[in-house]
């Protein structure tokens, strides 16, 4: 059996006191958004949730699970709470994975907007120059069998990017798929993108995100595509104050 493992974050329904509860080098990007939108950040945050909880009931094959909910000897495929899978990602790595496989990734992919001209240029050199990526395992473009000492790997991308490359040589039960068989959603609420930010970069990337949202789709990613429209319902109700 494979399960799909959100992975702990912020509490965005209890919103009484959420600020205080925060990093502080969060706050000032909460205080941003609040003060630039009519929906506070932690609604926005619960309707990418929600965008995300639709999405991963489509996920054909897979439970949904807590971490205590999930066996020993399973297949773990973490994700954050705004992020996708690919309705046939259970059912295709059920197919292709040896029996004997501790684990497994795939060809990352996301709907983003560059968080700034260095992840920009970053992005374009990866595309067109096929430059590496920065990290191999990414938000939810990977899976491991649970077991003790996995946890943390499937709590950290960067743990299971740097466990995976101390293993390049020796990946006899490791399985690499060239295939997308997941989205992660970077958004304009993403913490990531919220990190030293100004009123007018903010207005400037919602403007960008509408645009982003009002693309197509590569085709082997269609069927993102309501999520997509979710997105862009959403951010067509993000107004500024």
Not at 13 to 20: H, I, P
Not at 35 to 52: D, N
Not at 125 to 152: E, F
Request: net charge neutral.
């Amino acid at each position: 059996m494979i399960y799909v493992w959100v992975r702990p974050g912020v509490d965005w329904a209890d919103e009484d006191g959420l600020r205080e509860r925060l990093r502080e080098d969060l706050r000032p990007g909460f205080d941003l958004w609040n003060a630039t939108f009519g929906i506070s950040l932690p609604r926005f945050r619960l309707r990418l949730r929600e965008i995300a909880r639709q999405n991963h009931a489509t996920v054909e094959g897979a439970i949904r699970a807590t971490w205590d909910e999930i066996p020993d000897g399973a297949l773990v495929l973490p994700v954050d709470d705004d992020d996708w899978f690919a309705p046939e990602v259970a059912t295709t790595l059920a197919d292709r994975l040896p029996s004997d496989s501790n684990g497994c990734r795939w060809t990352p992919s996301w709907v983003e907007v560059p968080i700034d001209f260095g992840h920009r240029l970053h992005m374009l050199r990866h595309r067109l120059l096929g430059a590496p990526l920065k990290w191999i395992c990414t938000t939810n473009n990977y899976g491991l069998v649970k077991a003790a000492d996995t946890k943390p790997l499937l709590t950290s991308h960067l743990e299971a990017s740097r466990w995976w490359e101390a293993r390049s040589s020796e990946q006899g039960n490791l399985t690499s798929l060239n295939l997308r068989l997941s989205v992660a959603n970077r958004t304009l609420g993403s913490i990531s993108t919220l990190r030293r930010i100004d009123r007018r970069t903010l207005l400037r990337k919602l403007r960008a995100y509408r645009r982003l949202y009002g693309r197509e789709l590569p085709s082997e990613l269609a069927w993102a595509r309501p999520h997509v429209d979710d997105m862009a319902g959403l951010m067509d109700e993000l107004e500024p104050r």
